[in-house]
């Protein structure tokens, strides 16, 4: 034989129950939004992994057209901007962020390069430094440098990144 329940317990446990479902509720709200948090973080720092890439890219695209062309690179007509010097007092990179005007192969060279690059970093925010030092003889192999720097625009309002949305490649190479 069962027994009824009184009354007063019967309501309780229906009551109980409505709390459970909205406790339930709270907790599967915030597990999903914490998932979408995640998912934003990703897709950001997978768009600033892809820019690297690219600019990567694009610079070893710069050093191979040097190496195409070395005896003017080795003569310095692909130098854009001042490279730093690292030692002290160590002088900041300067970097040229315009296009150059076409008057040869290199500034050819450079000008389609920019454009990609501005095409894909960013209009305003891509800068450069190509050093190629001139060396006294010519068997002696040069060491050529190419810097690309950019801002990239999907961390300027993070909190969390302190203000690093500047990003800068860099590739070294001889001629």
Not at 18 to 35: C, D, K, R, T
Not at 100 to 129: E, F, K, Y
Request: aromatic letters at 4%; glycine letters at 6%; a negative charge.
């Amino acid at each position: 034989m069962k027994r009824a329940l009184p009354q007063s317990l019967r309501q309780r446990q229906r009551g109980a129950s409505l709390i459970e479902v909205l406790v339930a509720f709270l907790l599967l709200s915030l597990g999903l939004l914490g998932m979408s948090a995640l998912q934003i973080n990703a897709l950001q720092n997978s768009h600033s992994s892809l820019q690297r890439s690219q600019a990567t890219m694009l610079a070893h695209f710069m050093m191979d057209a040097m190496r195409a062309n070395a005896t003017a690179a080795r003569n310095g007509d692909y130098n854009l901007g001042v490279l730093g010097n690292p030692g002290p007092p160590a002088l900041p990179d300067a970097p040229v962020c315009a296009v150059p005007a076409v008057v040869s192969l290199p500034t050819h060279d450079q000008d389609v390069w920019m454009r990609a690059m501005r095409t894909i970093l960013g209009q305003a925010n891509t800068c450069v430094v190509i050093s190629c030092p001139q060396v006294p003889n010519v068997d002696d192999p040069t060491q050529c440098t190419i810097q690309v720097h950019w801002v990239d625009t999907h961390w300027d309002d993070n909190p969390d990144t302190g203000g690093a949305a500047a990003q800068m490649i860099e590739i070294r190479s001889l001629l």
